[in-house]
DNA sequence: TTAGATGCAAACGATTTGCGCGGAA
DNA sequence: TTCCGCGCAAATCGTTTGCATCTAA
């Protein structure tokens, strides 16, 4: 497979917001948009949908000009590394276990997407959005 | 005021959990007590609760201790360092602002406790708790 | 007396930044 | 040709750990 059709959109929505088509940037986009859950600056590198070179620093600083242009999430569960997910992919919330670190994705309605403008309008915060996880000891952990 | 109620009473239940009462702990658990929300590692010995000296290390090993005792709580936002609260106070749900990083604690009823025990029937994990966080611009920052 | 706490200093891991070269536009 | 993006290397920052000493119980 060469370029699935949501890298490519992806690409063009990057050229778009004044990026540079490199390889680098493919790569990262084509790595979050196979990736299962949200992942970190260090697991880029490793999947094989990143079938380039790169530096962690150059990672670094796509992933950040990403986030700044809200094509892609950050996401803190507890980990010391910060995860991240492609925010055209629909919303998620997670369930993390607090031993071995585990993240599973919940399919579950998200119970406070309709609380966002109430917030909004009674704090003054605009652009608002929100991250909500469930933490405990999976099965395997107990 | 020397010791407040609460800082005694949080002191025994560090004693029943094995914890020996030292000046540190006591130091670290009345800063927890008056913080008006929740304070990094590095906040702590900064607040004027805080009578004692003490090495990082010390509050860093305190508050891991309290942490796994489920006496405080952690939060992640999305600053590089983690945030500290007592679970003894009621929980809270938090507003932050993705440029200044200040946070505000929202007085809403928690949405989303109701879905813990649900979550955990269908998942088998167990001891579930969430953190929600909104994340938007503040007035001060559009 | 003695297991648990502390201080000091060094190790770590994940970013984060400065700088000069190279390639997309 | 220009300016953005890249690799390399060094700096930061917030923990995290090892070890010898101290102290609450």
Redesign the pocket.
């Given at each position: 497979m060469a370029k699935d059709n949501t890298t490519e959109s992806l690409l063009r929505q990057?050229?778009d917001a004044?990026?540079?088509?490199?390889?680098?940037?493919e790569a990262c986009l084509r790595v979050l948009v196979e990736a299962p859950q949200p992942v970190?600056?260090?697991d880029i590198p490793k999947s094989p949908a990143f079938k380039?070179?790169?530096?962690?620093?150059?990672?670094?600083?796509?992933i950040?000009?990403l986030e700044e242009r809200r094509i892609v999430r950050r996401i803190g569960f507890h980990?010391?590394?910060?995860h991240y997910c492609l925010r055209q992919q629909h919303h998620h919330d997670y369930l993390v276990c607090r031993d071995c670190g585990t993240v599973e994705v919940l399919d579950i309605a998200c119970p406070v997407a309709h609380l966002e403008k109430q917030i909004s309008t009674e704090s003054g915060f605009a652009d608002i959005d929100h991250e909500l996880e469930f933490y405990g000891r999976c099965a395997a952990c107990q």
């Open positions: 990057c050229a004044g990026m540079r088509r490199t390889a680098a940037l970190t600056l260090q380039v070179n790169a530096d962690p620093a150059t990672i670094y600083r796509l950040q000009r980990s010391r590394a910060a």
